[in-house]
């Protein structure tokens, strides 16, 4: 037998309910030989907030596991034995605080820290582009990134403190160049923070360095993803050489981990999603120069909703395939002396190479996203994307070309085909975070949350204040909310009022029509604009989609008020009656929808508001479609409805209706002789 390489870190990004059935499914899957662990966590625990705050209503459990203090964090790996787990936790703005849990059950467990391996994503600056879990301004988040590298460097040294995400750039629009470009932006950001602090000495730069690692995106454009992870590795070693002086080659390396790309599953005909995610593996397996550390896997079923555990087995069982089965691990580099991988390799690189220049010129990263550069540039991307989906100029199988399709097993019980979270378990955390906050020491908890934000205000480093208040018992909410009275809290640019017209409204096209009824219907109200409020009700960051219906109807000549994510339904309603608007559009991915879409209509109802429809998109399955309609909402979109130009004309067709007005049909073409 030749040697063969060892193969990559198998994972699943798993989590749901709560710690206990978390902990369940992390022992299943590692029985099923999967070779580390990827905890998500909810959006309230993402987000700074207990399980029992207004906002986190809906959302405890759902797109992750909820941990509100240590005890949670006890539950989820208890007879998991830290010392000899690589752990990946996607956590960002609370990322400091859900290490020093890690760190106190590993030291419970009998655990030597020093020996701990794993990652905490804690990238902020993506969550202002795309996923939107920030919490802090700019400044004081790249103090907590700094403050943590500074303390695993010391304390931690085999722990990845950040994990620079180009993925989720990618899923909110980024072309490949703007993919590179902003993660090396935002890891040049870091280092020179880390660098300029002053807490690490100039010979220990290296170990930082050595400490960095990345979390990509690979897509169905499979030539094109492989090649771009070859330029990101040959960038990462110039930067490193180059800016930093790092010598050692090793320290050197371009350390990556892998999700495939979940923007292009599709809901439609979803089986295809199986061959999607073959195809997205084997762009950052195949080349071994460029082949990354870890891979975990979507399941062919997450445009559909939550993923059995089944559905992950699959996934994993397709990285096992490859890893055990074939030969690839038997050879270098498949790749090397390619003329055609050479030439795309280096046309990535030089671009992305003039865009890090063009952002170094704006003095960085975060003023690049302060100003709103970066996220225009993403939503004017993605527009543009989506256009080509749109026009059939990009195909995508079931979607907009090979629509025609057989039944299908998998789907032929939605109702069974996907994971649904017993919403009993939301009462369950509740009452369990009451139960520990009547038993803890509340005095210990108090004194260690006033250090906290007396250290804070200081240029001290805060992971020792912050292991105290986990030590003593703190909650995920009150830790963050202690620091927000200090660095105060964050909106992000919306990048939809810079974004450019993607789409042309040429003569006789779908969006001179729909433009034509906008104006139609406005002039038949009496008002100047149909108006079209777009809210993001709860804590799902996810605004891609909202982005891009608030862009094509401004496009197709509405009024959009947009305030961006992470909003109450109070705030929503009391919105829509301020800009007296014609239709409240709801988008929501995290599955809270059957909670939070019935508080806005019933207080709309309450506040008088009784001919505005209410339509609704998000990851929707069809029994929860058919309940909101139900319910009283006019129309609900998921993904299978790509057409956005399609969509805005239902929304006109659903205000006229709102308002008896006769359905809109376009008036006769004239001709002249």
């Known amino acids: 037998m030749a040697d063969r390489d060892r193969p990559w870190?198998?994972?699943?990004?798993?989590?749901?309910?709560?710690?206990?059935?978390?902990?369940?499914?992390?022992?299943?899957?590692?029985?099923?030989?999967?070779?580390?662990?990827?905890?998500?966590?909810?959006?309230?625990?993402?987000?700074?907030?207990?399980?029992?705050?207004?906002?986190?209503?809906?959302?405890?459990?759902?797109?992750?596991?909820?941990?509100?203090?240590?005890?949670?964090?006890?539950?989820?790996?208890?007879?998991?034995?830290?010392?000899?787990?690589?752990?990946?936790?996607?956590?960002?703005?609370?990322?400091?605080?859900?290490?020093?849990?890690?760190?106190?059950?590993?030291?419970?467990?009998?655990?030597?820290?020093?020996?701990?391996?794993?990652?905490?994503?804690?990238?902020?600056?993506k969550e202002y582009l795309s996923r939107g879990t920030h919490v802090f301004p700019p400044g004081p988040s790249v103090r907590l990134i700094t403050d943590m590298i500074a303390y695993t460097v010391g304390n931690i040294p085999k722990w990845n403190p950040i994990n620079i995400c180009s993925y989720h750039l990618q899923e909110a629009g980024a072309t490949p160049v703007q993919e590179i470009a902003y993660a090396m932006c935002t890891a040049i950001e870091v280092l020179d923070a880390v660098r300029d602090s002053g807490q690490v000495p100039a010979e220990r730069m290296g170990e930082v360095v050595a400490r960095i690692?990345?979390?990509?995106?690979?897509?169905?454009?499979?030539?094109?993803?492989?090649?771009?992870?070859?330029?990101?590795?040959?960038?990462?070693?110039?930067?490193?050489?180059?800016?930093?002086?790092?010598?050692?080659?090793?320290?050197?390396?371009?350390?990556?981990?892998v999700q495939v790309n979940s923007l292009g599953l599709t809901e439609a005909q979803p089986e295809n999603n199986v061959q999607r995610i073959v195809l997205e593996m084997l762009a950052v397996t195949l080349s071994k120069d460029a082949r990354a550390r870890a891979v975990q896997l979507p399941a062919w079923n997450e445009a559909l909703g939550l993923p059995r555990p089944w559905d992950q087995q699959w996934s994993l069982r397709i990285q096992q395939v490859l890893a055990y089965e074939s030969d690839l691990l038997e050879y270098g580099d498949l790749f090397n002396g390619s003329e055609v991988v050479e030439a795309k390799t280096a046309a990535l690189l030089a671009g992305a190479e003039a865009e890090i220049a063009k952002v170094l010129e704006m003095g960085g990263v975060i003023p690049a996203v302060e100003s709103g550069y970066l996220k225009s540039n993403l939503v004017a991307a993605h527009a543009a994307r989506r256009?080509?989906?749109?026009?059939?100029?990009?195909?995508?199988?079931?979607?907009?070309?090979?629509?025609?399709?057989?039944?299908?097993?998998?789907?032929?019980?939605?109702?069974?085909?996907?994971?649904?979270?017993?919403?009993?378990?939301?009462?369950?955390?509740?009452?369990?975070?009451?139960?520990?906050?009547?038993?803890?020491?509340?005095?210990?908890?108090?004194?260690?949350?006033?250090?906290?934000?007396?250290?804070?205000?200081?240029?001290?480093?805060?992971?020792?204040?912050?292991?105290?208040c986990a030590r003593a018992g703190v909650t995920t909410g009150e830790?963050?909310?202690?620091?927000?009275?200090?660095?105060?809290?964050?909106?992000?640019?919306?990048?939809?009022?810079?974004?450019?017209?993607?789409?042309?409204?040429?003569?006789?096209?779908?969006?001179?029509?729909?433009?034509?009824?906008?104006?139609?219907?406005?002039?038949?109200?009496?008002?100047?604009?149909?108006?079209?409020?777009?809210?993001?009700?709860?804590?799902?960051g996810h605004s891609n989609g909202a982005e891009q219906i608030a862009v094509r109807a401004r496009d197709a000549g509405f009024e959009v008020v947009y305030q961006g994510i992470r909003l109450t339904p109070e705030q929503i309603v009391a919105a829509a009656v301020a800009e007296d608007v014609h239709c409240v559009g709801l988008s929501i991915l995290s599955g809270a929808h059957s909670e939070l879409v019935p508080d806005v209509l019933h207080r709309l109802r309450r506040a008088g508001v009784e001919d505005v429809p209410v339509i609704v998109g998000g990851i929707i399955p069809a029994a929860d479609g058919e309940a909101l309609r139900a319910a009283g909402v006019a129309a609900v979109f998921t993904p299978k409805d790509f057409g956005i130009t399609t969509i805005i004309g239902r929304i006109v067709d659903e205000i006229r209706l709102a308002n008896r007005l006769q359905p809109w049909t376009p008036a006769p073409a004239t001709t002249t002789s």
């Open 213 to 257: 690692s990345f979390f990509v995106n690979a897509g169905v454009r499979f030539v094109e993803e492989m090649c771009k992870m070859r330029a990101f590795g040959r960038l990462w070693e110039k930067v490193t050489r180059e800016r930093y002086g790092i010598e050692d080659p090793k320290q050197r390396r371009f350390r990556y981990g």
């Open 387 to 468: 256009a080509r989906i749109e026009s059939g100029e990009d195909r995508i199988i079931g979607v907009n070309c090979f629509d025609t399709t057989e039944e299908s097993p998998l789907t032929a019980d939605l109702d069974t085909a996907i994971m649904v979270v017993d919403p009993a378990s939301e009462q369950s955390v509740l009452t369990a975070l009451e139960a520990w906050r009547g038993q803890r020491d509340e005095v210990a908890a108090l004194r260690a949350l006033e250090e906290l934000k007396t250290v804070a205000a200081t240029a001290e480093n805060l992971v020792p204040a912050t292991l105290a």
């Open 479 to 540: 830790w963050a909310f202690a620091l927000r009275e200090v660095f105060g809290e964050y909106r992000a640019p919306t990048g939809v009022g810079g974004a450019p017209v993607a789409v042309a409204a040429e003569p006789g096209g779908e969006l001179a029509a729909v433009r034509e009824a906008v104006a139609a219907t406005a002039a038949e109200l009496g008002c100047g604009k149909l108006r079209l409020l777009v809210g993001k009700p709860g804590l799902d």
């Open 9 to 125: 870190l198998m994972r699943t990004y798993a989590g749901h309910s709560t710690a206990q059935d978390s902990n369940a499914l992390y022992r299943r899957n590692l029985a099923k030989g999967q070779t580390g662990l990827s905890v998500a966590f909810d959006l309230p625990t993402q987000t700074g907030y207990d399980s029992d705050h207004v906002l986190a209503r809906g959302e405890v459990g759902r797109v992750g596991v909820p941990v509100g203090h240590v005890g949670d964090m006890r539950t989820l790996f208890d007879g998991i034995p830290l010392e000899q787990t690589n752990t990946s936790m996607t956590i960002n703005a609370t990322a400091m605080w859900l290490l020093a849990l890690y760190q106190v059950v590993a030291e419970e467990q009998g655990a030597d820290i020093a020996r701990l391996t794993g990652t905490t994503q804690n990238d902020i600056v």
